[in-house]
């Protein structure tokens, strides 16, 4: 079995690949366990990591049609897409995101509907799609207003696979992700860079600055169930999916406050103390939009979990950067 | 003031255009009352009426650049975009749809965008845009899920329109059409034809089909209620759009079995006894995926109504028709 990641030396990509060839296996569209023989990673840049002969990296531009059609064949039996523009810069660069976020999406799913075979497509989306006056609690039928060219590029994303699903171009599905803490590594230009910042940072002894209220809420999955989640999603039968593919997929909902409150818990005060509070209108303004409570029973019902705690969120970031080491 | 309506030599783009000469004036994004000077009416074939000084007709492919680019100016201060491919064009030609329904919508955004004058676009959208599981009655914030490919194109561009709107490219707002009844003229290939056809060909002595269960429940609004709406629409002053500038319009909710009790109430026994019912189960499928009840709640707040009873709608086609006689 052939495999895509598209975004593949992107944190969660390499994240993403690394469990996979871990695996060693994935469910099919016929429920049958295969094994994974080769790994496509696309990016702009080259993967940090390669080190497994199952690995193909390819550095392109995935706007670029010749690359997909090079890169997705009658082989290729799941294509994780995850390259992006990420919140920030695509508020900054309307263009970039346009281009990134839906005509490569778009142009995704047309190579895969030229070859014909109908493979599965995991679509990553994002809390960036909810917006405006939202009902206290967020469910999946709630409707999408986003407040963001991200967002809005994101709900487009998710109407073209929904309908070149329900076509039969691709055997396809949505998974919308809550934000990603904690991430390694280092801040980057989404709006929701500082919900792994404010953990980091100061972990590792550095100031960090939180650019929004403490009592904003947020939807975190770490990135460890992320990964999981999404190996989860792809191998769901679509029978189970219903008339609509997209799944908002089980997080935590927890408030900045509490999330310092947690890393003071298990660092103590100088680690919590290295957080500098200074409200950046922009940003709150665009996670303040995001809804901050949800209703994922849908996802539950399908087997997809969240962590257990923030607490233990930390521990396992912490966990992972000794492996590291 | 130079307005643009594209499908402008389509049955409503040609109503719209004699109702808003006939005013001769429409309301400008600074709420004055503006004299309307040209009227261009572009559409792949040339209008049928062209009986005023003011209109300039245009024919051509709205998904070709250049014909937006030499069709929209700095003096255009209103688009209507009314052109379309239908529903079941759309489903049968996949591409087709695409390309009028998404690119060309995109299309004469980006060319606003160029132009930087922040015109006043409408967009006008469908029923199709819902579907799936729906709640007993539909809201302006009722989630989208599209179960053809042009309700799909459609929520595309109702997300493209609100963002382009959001970042200031232009002065943006979307009317759901509900479907429209009694269309003059003769069937076509929208899945809701006959929504029309069973009125309109009884009337006029000839036999109709009806492909769907006299259960079914649908959303009206007349050919004339419908172009007041859209002018109305599009005379909103963006302020009272808030977040979000797609508004479900006021229209009638009625089931088939109602509107044939008021045709054979109108018309009598032999006239409604022209309907043969014959069920076509991809048309039933389409239909019977939009909503039948909804709360336009907000659209009446903004003003907008909806005909006062399905009688009335009859007696208005009856008059229309009498008058072009």
């Known amino acids: ?20 060839l871990e695996r060693g296996t994935l469910v099919d569209a016929n429920g049958d366990r295969q094994p994974i023989t080769e790994l496509v990673l696309v990016d702009v840049a080259q993967p940090g990591w390669m080190g497994d002969a199952r690995i193909r990296a390819v550095t ?31 508020e900054a660069d309307f263009d970039l995101g346009m281009r990134i976020n839906l005509d490569a ?34 469910r999946d039928d709630t409707a999408l207003h986003p407040q963001s060219s991200y967002g809005t590029q994101k709900a487009i994303a998710e109407l ?17 992700l809550p ?36 009592g904003t809420r947020l939807w975190l999955l770490s990135p460890e169930r992320a990964t999981e ?19 908002n997929l089980p997080g935590l909902s927890v408030g900045v406050a509490e999330m310092v409150a947690e890393l003071r818990k298990v660092s103590g005060d100088d680690v919590a103390g290295l957080i500098d509070w200074r409200i950046d209108s922009r940003i709150e303004q665009i996670v303040g939009s ?4 949800w209703d994922t029973s849908r996802g539950e019902e399908l087997g997809l979990t969240a962590d257990a705690d923030f607490g233990a969120v930390i ?11």
């Open 229 to 247: 989640s999404l190996i989860a999603g792809c191998e769901l039968n679509r029978e189970l999916l219903g008339s609509w593919p997209v799944i």
């Open 60 to 90: 392109g531009d995935i706007a670029d049609r010749a690359l997909l059609e090079s890169i997705i064949d009658a082989d290729t039996a799941a294509i994780f897409h995850l390259a992006a523009i990420v919140s920030g810069q695509a």
């Open 179 to 214: 934000t990603i803490s904690v991430r390694p590594g280092k801040p980057n230009a989404a709006a929701s860079s500082f919900v792994s910042g404010i953990i980091r940072e100061p972990l590792n002894g550095q100031r960090s600055v939180c650019p929004v209220d403490p």
């Open 315 to 325: 521990c396992a970031f912490l966990a992972t950067q000794k492996r590291s080491e």
């Open 105 to 138: 999406s778009r142009l995704l799913l047309e190579v895969c509907r030229e070859r014909g075979h109908k493979p599965r497509v995991l679509f990553t989306s994002s809390v960036a799609v909810y917006g405006g006056t939202l009902p206290p609690v967020v």
């Open 1 to 20: 079995m052939k495999i895509l990641i598209t975004g593949g030396s992107g944190f969660l990509g390499q994240l993403l690949a690394r469990k996979l």
């Open 160 to 176: 073209l696979l929904s309908d070149y699903a329900r076509r039969g171009f691709v055997d396809g599905r949505v998974v919308r």
């Open 290 to 293: 995001w809804p901050g409570a």
